[in-house]
């Protein structure tokens, strides 16, 4: 069987055909790198993740984590994984080299992890939370919560959580009641309980740095109220070595449909009003800080959706291709041997469907990463500013669409398998598992779509959305080129053109104070708008696909031949349904949002 | 909380006030019947199935069958509960009074087992399986074979199979290799694998009686060649003793991703040569017999999935109501209550989905039953058949839709749910994991997308699509005497043209022998057709509600507005997306078909 964590034909498609990846490696940052650095280190993760994550996917699913004596129990196979990602240097691939980093694009990094991903969604999450702890610290911490919290991670000696959820505040953290008081040395006491704290406990790493949002006496209500503390597992004394445990205990683990290789964990802080905590940045700003680590974390989810997809598509694919079963609707003959299941329509078309998803999905979260690089790396203020706007614009997508479609290309792959697929004995439907959570966590689908028509879409007067419409403009107009592209170019433009005019009449309603009105179906402007940026990077790629095509290298043929049939199916299979979801924005139509609890 | 089972006044509604039940009493069949007989068998059905059914459903999940000494061992809860189904008469409700049955209509049965789907899945399926296997004997088999294996089953003793899918055989039963030698004394020996048999080994029974496709050695090939015998796990002596253990063994079980209640069995048959047989019917003619049960079996299969996906609707619905999470995007006041996330638009949207979904399927499932009744107890031999045929073109739609829509009415529950949806605390990732199963088994949705239009709407020059055409035409016709209609009856009205002129056309391109290419996007043509078939149904079930409105009893009318909302939710939210399917099926769009394996 071949490859089974991503197409690397199709991911050098990616980095070097369609986002340029080597053009990065002239900006000052990334000078030390070309493209033999980025396949070293791919080759590197790939090796890693196929020989030491994947191995243990379903038995990280099979013995999920037990809690034994206030402590969380993993399998084994855990760590030594986890070990050989902190040793290769994944953890801080983009970090600079003073830092011990590898100084590398996040489009890389994100490259790179993509295959822990693919290969063992429960054992990566460990790194990728620490990561974004990590970073916490890094842009709102002090110089001394570097030196004693920060380093310690980025040396994989201490692991970190995010600590927001509370059981009666899911996805409203307004209302979060964990208190912090100060304790008058500089220092707070923090009590309360979080609930579906990842990686929450675990023996991986010496201490664990959880970083919570609480309250502090004097905060005002609402948003505006919430602080941002770390609170160790262990204290860290002033020479760096563990000092007592904390007063944050373990108090159970969540039992899950999937995922199960990760912790999730309820945590009490200050049962015994003894919980030690620091302050990070200034007081009743933790929101905020959060929110500015929200489009790394959410591309992460969006990412991770997009690998379970990758993965459940490889697999079946390949069993589309070993496994015989009938003959076509017109063979007669009983007698004939029956044919590969790849042969019947209805199989080519989940399998188209599963690779216009994820791979149009991968291509738009490697997209965001590099725009990442951009709103970091690129020469002036205003450059990184406007890629900044953009990713900002296209975060609830790169969260929220990979998580609905990876997931239903998770379920075309199960249907594939048949009988086999409902089966633990195949891995297809562990992936549908592990996948259903990204659409519920990192703020469900439902308040993604709520950021992007309320908040996205509407911020700076619509400026980021002119922006990318811009974007998607000139990709129509050098897709204008390719006669062969028409009948694919058109369907977005179209779509295009329908998402304008709906996304005025929405905001012609918000700005006449009809707001609940105008948001109620966001759902649907959602699938919409996330299946007109999808539209556009499959564009993208067709035009790449042509290209590639009239350079003539016979070997790559039958690939970019794929790429364009993959655009086809989604720019005139998928992206036209989505006017009817338009049409009925347009029409304000409020068949649900007039629905009664009582008439239920 | 309440209902959690099937809405009680849903199911009066469409008993008495959409199927007419009582109408039924008028043929002699059920003349002994009455609204009271009806509501004393749901009442004992609803009780049992909320005593002894649902208390255990977790726990078959978390407990599946082991594989002990060559047997398979189920948890102690399961036994009683089947004996209590077995006591009260469900076995046989629509047997003969002389046969020890209450020869009640199929549409109250199939009511009555609704609950048992609903509270237990996993535990229903041995009573449904034995049902099947014994209607087939009841059918095809000798007077002997009915006294010596059939009334056993009437009487609770032996439980059955249906042993058809070989490991290299599951869609294509053509292909099956069971081979079944005459042994000269009239009974025969079978050799062969069968897997994913549903409880195929278990100790609830006796005896168990598998019902096994195999073939003679003079059998043509193909489906023509295919035989049908009974092999029971212990032979049956003269005097209906149990005699030996015959020569079938378990080799294994399947461990699946849910509806783990249910044994899935791997079974050999004459690992020893001697696995006694005994032919049903004539030679050769095995698939016929199975397919002339196949409506029988897809309504339930059908209702299966209709009964998952109501149980994740009444329990998200629950949830909803007393969970307060935020406030409405134009609440400002972060110190106002939470509201229950039943105030939130697009909560209610997913709720109102699942009630479409689920409400507009159960109604179809006791449509179907209510036809089967049809088949059985109408005057005329035409009226007969002519019910035989409408229910033979809806079998597809019977099966296909819910298994589609109500796994997805399933994952809309885990979502409400949130983080906590996700986990094994709360059972609606169960139903969904349960309910999966549902596209696969009983020929998959792919199949069936084939079936319908291969095979139902050409049969009898397209008879049975006219017959069902001047069904929906005269609904429209009743519907538009309500104003408050027009705007549920015109998108029904203009999506059956639309699927009549997309039938022609491809009946057009199979009659000049482009076959493959028009039936290739055969599972577009079954969306549409699905839901045409529930939107006339949620018409249908319109009419009532207007004129129940209309009937002025205050304590319903909060009932009627639901239902009213959620017709219109279906028919102006979801089926004008149909259009866009239809679409690309009268543009012969070939993009998936002419998809070729290397560019994958």
């Known amino acids: 069987m071949s490859e089974l964590l991503i197409d690397q034909r199709n991911l050098a498609f990616e980095l070097y055909e369609v986002l340029d990846a080597e053009a990065l490696t002239q900006r000052p940052r990334f000078a030390d790198h070309n493209r033999e650095t980025f396949d070293a280190a791919i080759g590197t993760a790939r090796t890693i993740a196929e020989k030491l994550f994947a191995p243990h996917n379903r038995k990280n699913d099979e013995n999920e984590p037990k809690y034994v ?35 590398m694009p996040n489009l890389l990094s994100q490259a790179c992890f993509a295959h822990f991903q693919s290969a063992n969604a429960g054992t990566s999450s460990y790194a990728m939370l620490t990561m974004g702890a990590a970073n916490l610290i890094e842009s709102f911490g002090t110089e001394e919560q570097k030196e004693r919290y920060l380093q310690p991670m980025i040396d994989g000696r201490f692991f970190g959580t995010m600590a927001l959820t509370e059981p009666h505040a899911g996805s409203s953290l307004s209302d979060i009641r964990t208190k912090a008081e100060p304790a008058g040395d500089g220092t707070y006491r923090l009590k309360g309980n979080k609930i579906f704290i990842s990686a929450g406990d675990h023996p991986l790493s010496e201490n664990i740095v959880h970083m919570v949002l609480a309250k502090l006496p004097d905060a005002p209500p609402g948003v505006k109220g919430i602080s941002l503390f770390i609170v160790p597992k ?99 003959n009983p007698s004939a041997p029956q044919v590969s299941i790849i042969e019947h329509a209805d199989v080519k078309r989940m399998l188209l469907a ?81 996948n259903r959570l990204n659409p519920i966590h990192e703020g469900t689908n439902g308040i993604q779509s709520l950021d992007l028509l309320a908040r996205k879409v509407t911020m700076n007067g619509g400026a980021a959305l002119k922006q990318l419409s811009g974007i998607i403009q000139s990709c129509c107009k050098r897709a204008a080129d390719y006669s062969e592209l028409n009948e694919l170019r ?111």
Chains 1, 2 share one sequence.
């Open 354 to 434: 599963q690779k216009a998803y994820v791979e149009g999905a991968f291509d738009l979260g490697l997209y965001a990463s590099r725009l990442f690089d951009d709103t970091e790396t690129l020469d002036t203020e205003e450059e990184r500013k406007s890629a900044l706007q953009l990713l900002d614009l296209l975060t609830p997508i790169v969260k929220a669409w990979p998580s609905d479609y990876c997931l239903k290309a998770n379920e075309l792959a199960i249907q594939i398998l048949g009988g086999h697929g409902y089966t633990r004995e195949y891995p297809v439907e562990q992936f549908y598992r592990d």
């Open 234 to 332: 262990f204290l860290v004394n002033d020479d760096g070595s563990l000092g007592e445990r904390n007063d944050v205990t373990l108090a159970g683990l969540f039992h899950k449909m999937g995922w199960r290789g990760t912790t999730s964990t309820a945590l009490n802080f200050g049962d015994k009003d003894n919980c030690v905590g620091y302050l990070v940045g200034k007081p009743h700003h933790g929101l905020s800080y959060m929110f500015q680590m929200m489009n790394e974390a959410r591309i992460g989810v969006g990412m991770g959706a997009v690998m379970l997809g990758y993965a459940g598509y490889l697999y079946s694919l390949n069993y589309a291709r070993e496994r015989p079963q009938g003959r076509l609707p017109d063979g007669k």
């Open 69 to 103: 004596n206030g402590a969380a129990e993993l399998i084994p196979e855990v760590k030594p994984a986890v070990d050989a990602f902190l040793e290769a240097g994944f953890l801080n691939a983009t970090r600079s080299f003073e830092q011990g980093g590898m100084q």
């Open 490 to 600: 058109e369907p977005l433009e179209k779509l295009h053109a329908h998402i304008g005019s709906v996304t005025m009449a929405l905001l012609g309603d918000m700005g006449q104070g009809r707001v609940n009105e105008a948001l109620a179906n966001s759902a649907l402007y959602l699938k919409a708008f996330g299946h007109m940026v999808i539209g556009w990077r499959w564009l993208e790629q067709a035009i790449k696909a042509q290209q590639g095509l009239a350079a003539g290298n016979q070997a790559d043929t039958a690939f970019y031949q794929g790429k364009l049939q993959a655009a086809r199916y989604f720019l005139r299979w998928e992206v036209p349904s989505c006017h009817h979801d338009l049409n009925v924005l347009e029409n304000r139509d409020l068949t649900c949002f007039d629905m009664q609890d009582s008439w239920f």
